[in-house]
Antibody, heavy 121, light 108 residues
Framework: EVQLVESGGGLVQPGGSLRLSCAASGFTFRSYDMHWVRQTTGNGLEWVSAIGTLGDPYYPDSVKGRFTISRENAKNSLYLQMNSLRVGDTAVYYC???????????????WGQGTMVTVSS | DIQMTQSPSSLSASVGDRVTITCRASQSISNYLNWYQQKPGKAPKLLISAASSLQRGVPSRFIGSGSGTDFSLTISSLQPEDFATYYCQQSYSSPPWAFGQGTKVEIK
């Protein structure tokens, strides 16, 4: 079964850090671009970061310089290091697979169950 | 950045109704448009990619169309399990890859 399982969410104070992990199974992880997408209450879905099969990262301006995406193909794992967290980063964070195996026109075909990140004092 | 605008933000419909949700891009995105369904407490599910390609296992009552800036998702005969929130997402060229704000389909 193709599966993504996130972990590492929790409560953190503004300015703090958190590292999310995603364990992939049931597919050849190294062959797929991977993403993080978050969902805030009332604000819908927001793409947060992407990493290519060769480790090339991409970020929107809202998290650039604060978040770092990485992957460890030998462990079928994806990570998101989040620093300088803000109240506005509070959301459910989803680990997501890009279903398109060539080129950067992603469609998100496999989603994890999500992990909640709450930034609050 | 490309912005995605969905309409309506919510709608009420009955089982058996034909329902259409629209999604407009702030610039042309060719056919790089995907649709997702999300039920409460669950992750989104990919329904349609590349504007009109139905994902495996998705019922044929879901129909995607459009190109350029204007797209639509039609549910030809609404079923009880279709009551959910639907999102469009553009995947044209470079990031960020934006989502629409969502359309909630509720029972009338």
């Amino acid at each position: 079964e193709v599966q993504l399982v996130e972990s590492g969410g929790g409560l953190v104070q503004p300015g703090g850090s958190l590292r999310l992990s995603c364990a992939a199974s049931g597919f050849t992880f190294r062959s797929y671009d991977m993403h993080w997408v978050r969902q805030t209450t009332g604000n819908g879905l927001e793409w947060v970061s992407a990493i290519g099969t060769l480790g090339d990262p991409y970020y929107p301006d809202s998290v650039k310089g604060r978040f770092t995406i990485s992957r460890e193909n030998a462990k079928n794992s994806l990570y998101l290091q989040m620093n300088s967290l803000r109240v506005g980063d509070t959301a459910v964070y989803y680990c997501v697979r890009d279903g398109l195996t060539s080129g950067w026109h992603p469609w998100f075909d496999i989603w994890g169950q999500g992990t909640m990140v709450t930034v609050s004092s | 950045d490309i912005q995605m605008t969905q309409s309506p933000s919510s709608l009420s419909a009955s089982v058996g109704d034909r329902v259409t949700i629209t999604c407009r891009a702030s610039q042309s995105i060719s056919n790089y448009l995907n649709w997702y369904q999300q039920k409460p407490g669950k992750a989104p599910k990919l329904l349609i990619s590349a504007a009109s390609s139905l994902q495996r296992g998705v019922p044929s009552r879901f129909i995607g169309s459009g190109s350029g800036t204007d797209f639509s998702l039609t549910i030809s005969s609404l079923q009880p399990e279709d009551f959910a929130t639907y999102y469009c997402q553009q995947s044209y060229s470079s990031p960020p890859w934006a989502f629409g704000q969502g359309t909630k389909v509720e029972i009338k």
